[in-house]
């Protein structure tokens, strides 16, 4: 698969956030078919999805919070580690078209569709609401940036997923 829509510094932080939300649904969607490169495409979600969280957190969190304030984006961000643990689960399983692999999956889409429909229905209709077109511009750079350093540095690795996984809970 070619990689997901190549982002450009100018575009609105909302368009990248919902064209990477489209693309991590087509990707669930191939990773259900028996004619797709299945481990491929696996590797192509863990990437996306792991370099998505991250630009989020680090591009449009810290101004989420001045007016969503801090326990909006703390429950953005427990969801998004929630999210990862399915991530990383699905990534262990050994053989792909399994039942476990296909359970695996059931809930790694279960986790994406809540978390995107949340995301969509209050955080991303308040970005739009909140910010000037420049900002999410500005914004949209940042995260774009971000987005590409985490993909070239293939985020989405079993190693990674459990390095972030380690790092996130407590002593």
């Given amino acids: 698969m070619t ?8 575009q609105d ?5 919902l064209r990477d939300h489209r693309t991590m649904e ?8 028996v004619e797709a490169d299945r481990q491929a495409t696996l590797n192509e979600f863990a990437h996306l999805m792991i ?4 630009a989020e957190k ?17 429950h953005v961000e427990t969801a998004h580690q929630e999210a990862v643990k399915v991530l990383f689960a699905l990534l262990q399983v050994r053989e792909i078209g ?19 429909d949340e995301e969509e229905r209050t955080l991303v209709n308040r970005v739009r609401e909140s910010l000037s077109h420049r900002c999410r511009k500005e914004l949209g750079a940042g995260f774009a940036r971000t987005r590409a350093d985490l993909l070239a540095a293939h985020c989405g690795t079993v190693a990674h997923v459990y390095s972030m996984i380690e790092a996130a809970t407590p002593a």
């Fill in 98 to 116: 399994s039942a476990e692999w296909d359970w695996r999956l059931q809930q790694m889409a279960s986790v994406t569709a809540r978390h995107t």
């Fill in 26 to 33: 087509d990707l669930l969607r191939l990773m259900r078919s």
């Fill in 58 to 74: 680090v591009s449009v969190h810290p101004v989420l919070a001045t007016f969503e304030g801090a326990d909006i984006v703390e």
């Fill in 13 to 17: 932080v909302v368009e990248l956030i």
């Fill in 51 to 54: 370099a998505h969280g991250e």
């Fill in 3 to 10: 990689p997901p829509h190549p982002m450009t510094p100018h």
